[in-house]
């Protein structure tokens, strides 16, 4: 499988605004990770879905 990754505007590290994409081989066993693992602390997952909420 593949990992997608697109990088869009200056708060994703752009200097240069253009189609950003990266494409990432996974396999088995490999310990990539993009998050970090375990569970949201009380009303945290809340507070960033809020957050997002409020930017859509």
Known sequence: ???LALSNHEIAGQTV???HF???PRHAGDGLRHWPQG???EG???EYAEKIKVQL
Do not use: D, S, T
Request: charged share 20%.
């Open 1 to 3: 499988g593949v990992n």
């Open 17 to 19: 605004p253009h189609a």
């Open 22 to 24: 990266h494409v990432i």
């Open 39 to 41: 569970k949201y602390a």
């Open 44 to 46: 945290e997952m809340k």
